[in-house]
Nanobody
Framework: VQLQASGGGLVHPGGSLRLSCAAS????????MGWYRQAPGKQRELVAG???????NYANSVKGRFTISRDNAKNTVYLQMNSLKPEDTAVYYC???????????????WGQGTQVTVSS
């Protein structure tokens, strides 16, 4: 099982980016999917999460600006980021709890990370 993230890049303050993360491999089902970020010198923090039923939660710092969604048929989670600020600059990681063929229990997986830089 692998998580492959994409969509990062350099954007001006106030701009938008959309991150995608696709899970692949022997997957029987996916529970919670989410996005975390880690800025230089800081701990990794939860940005947003979404359950298989579509319930969402967000960090206070991104509420009203970021939207998490998922396509269960494609095993993919998205993060639409609007009104980006310099303090959003970080490496963004996707994360998912997956029932897969590798282990006989729910297992947590991380994607490889994608850099988001917000700068003028």
């Amino acid at each position: 099982v692998q998580l492959q993230a994409s969509g990062g890049g350099l954007v001006h303050p106030g701009g938008s980016l959309r991150l995608s993360c696709a899970a692949s491999g022997g997957i029987f089902g996916i529970n919670v999917m989410g996005w975390y970020r880690q800025a230089p010198g800081k701990q990794r923090e939860l940005v947003a999460g979404i359950t298989s039923g579509g319930s969402t939660n967000y960090a206070n710092s991104v509420k009203g600006r970021f939207t998490i969604s998922r396509d269960n048929a494609k095993n993919t989670v998205y993060l639409q980021m609007n009104s980006l600020k310099p303090e959003d600059t970080a490496v963004y990681y996707c994360n998912a709890d997956i029932y897969g063929s590798e282990y006989p229990h729910l297992t947590n997986y991380w994607g490889q990370g994608t850099q988001v830089t917000v700068s003028s």
